[in-house]
């Protein structure tokens, strides 16, 4: 069957990715559509498009700065309907003016202009232009929270060297996950506010940390993102130490949780001195390390769930396994939150249980194959020209089917993560595979769900929707990762 590819090009529009994530996913779902992308039309971007075979030669003439939306469909009617519908998101106002008319600022120094009390910028641009708009932000006083990827680390550690001497905070590049104030920020969920800061490396983590101290009666002051790299030694750590020492300053902040993965000891002994200097109780979780030398007022933890009852003065239980044992066979992860592959990873590790990664934990072999399996689908090699699986679970969707049909598996493991930004439903999308394709005496499936009640996608309809399919529900990501060993084992 022959396709028919359209494209057109916004000259200058320099627009959200997640927004673009989130209008391809609709243009995607459409009848006889069979792909569709808007993307900035970078080199490295062009060339995914290119590839991918939906890149047209209108769409070939696109420079850096400019917005391409490309449609690939079964013949030229659903071709022009798959882009008049992006066209048309593209076109619907973008915020409510109070007069009614939609309100657009093309510049990041206007929109300070016109909001005078906004005191965080959040930026989302291709990564070459990521570090130059968090310049002008911070240069306007502004603390910088860079959702953008890409940016290369050296532009990463001279940015924040120099908002370091501004007194502002970059958070970033590639942070996913912010609360300030009890404002959530890109993927985060509405939780309590309360007594307890979160410093942390990983967008996910902060989630399943907040959502738990939520569950348990807690609330968050501000939980800051400080982006994955922040805490290498070419970075130096510079926004975990500011955070740590702004939370120290903040009277509404008790306890401090600092969440990372273990990269220079140099960096993270820089930062455990911080929470050493605060005097205030603290939780430090960095995965898959080692037991450490902490100073007497923080307190080690080894999982995400362990950190959450540690910042509420409580000892964590192990949930009662809630899963069937499973048949004879391998255990597959199936992971939209990379923190929480690698949680999991670190509770088969230090169980003796053999498993291996794609995005492995100290101790664990990098493999995409073995009897137990832990995939993080958040990864580049996943994601590369298309959304995360947490706003489009169509590629997690496609291998949970191929595992539910597979022999050789036991057990199936997987993450939901709800709140703003992330897709709707998930648990709608898991359900609808394991009703078409679960088999006779097939693997069992095993998920947790990071989120609360007051998420729009709300915590318990998605637990729900899982149970209507006999999906084990576990009341964290730790304990689905215990009772799907708990399953593989024989109870």
Not at 82 to 96: F, K, R, S, V
Not at 217 to 231: E, K, V, Y
Not at 385 to 397: A, T
Request: charged share 20%.
């Amino acid at each position: 069957m022959s396709m028919v590819v359209l494209n057109e090009v916004r000259r200058g529009a320099y627009l959200d990715s997640v927004a673009l994530m989130r209008i391809s996913q609709v243009v995607r779902c459409l009848e006889q559509i069979e792909e569709a992308t808007l993307m900035m039309g970078t080199p490295a971007n062009m060339e995914i498009m290119a590839d991918a075979g939906i890149l047209s030669e209108v769409g070939r003439a696109a420079g850096g700065s400019d917005l391409v939306i490309a449609v690939r469909a079964q013949n030229a009617p659903a071709a022009k309907a798959g882009l008049a519908a992006a066209l048309a998101q593209l076109d619907a106002p973008a915020l409510p003016h109070a007069r009614g008319v939609g309100w657009r600022p093309r510049t990041l120094q206007s929109a300070a202009a016109a909001l005078r009390g906004a005191n965080v910028a959040l930026i989302s641009v291709p990564g070459e232009y990521a570090a130059a708009e968090a310049r002008k932000a911070i240069r306007a006083g502004l603390h910088a929270m860079i959702f953008s990827d890409n940016v290369p680390i050296e532009a990463e550690a001279e940015l924040k060297l120099e908002a370091r001497d501004l007194g502002v905070l970059v958070m970033g590049p590639d942070c996913g996950t912010a609360i300030i104030s009890g404002t959530p920020l890109a993927f985060a969920n509405r939780v309590s506010r309360g007594t307890v800061g979160i410093v942390g490396a990983s967008g996910t983590g902060i989630q399943e940390v907040a959502c738990l101290i939520d569950r348990m009666g807690g609330g968050i002051s501000h939980a800051i993102g400080t982006g994955g790299r922040d805490l290498n030694s070419a970075v130096g750590g510079i926004t975990a130490q500011m955070a740590v020492d702004a939370l120290a300053r903040d009277h509404g902040t008790e306890r401090i949780v600092l969440i990372a993965k273990p990269q220079g000891e140099d960096v993270a002994r820089l930062v455990l001195d911080r929470l050493q200097s605060s005097a205030k109780p603290a939780v430090a979780c960095f995965l898959g390390a080692s037991r450490l030398d902490l100073p007497d007022n923080v307190r080690q933890a080894f999982t995400l769930k362990e950190a959450a009852f540690a910042a509420m003065g409580a000892s964590p239980e192990c949930a009662k396994p809630g899963a069937p044992r499973a048949k004879p066979g391998g255990i597959l992860g199936l992971f939209a939150g990379g923190t929480l592959c690698a949680e999991a990873q670190v509770i088969f590790r230090d169980e003796g249980f053999p498993v291996a990664s794609n995005a492995p934990v100290a101790g664990v072999p990098k493999s995409r194959s073995g009897s137990c399996l832990m995939l993080d689908l958040g990864s580049d090699e996943y994601t590369l020209g298309r959304p995360h699986p947490m706003i489009d679970p169509d590629m997690r969707n496609g291998l949970l089917k191929e595992a539910l049909e597979r022999n050789d598996l036991g057990v199936i493991l997987l993450d939901l993560v709800i709140g703003h930004g992330a897709h709707p439903s998930p648990a709608a999308e898991i359900a609808a595979a394991v009703r078409a394709h679960r088999r006779e005496n097939g693997p069992v499936v095993i998920c947790s769900v990071t989120g609360t009640e007051r998420d729009p996608q709300v915590l318990s309809r998605q637990e729900n929707e899982c149970r209507s399919v006999d999906i084990a529900v576990a009341p964290s990501n730790a304990d689905a990762a215990r009772w799907a060993l708990a399953a593989a084992r024989g109870g």
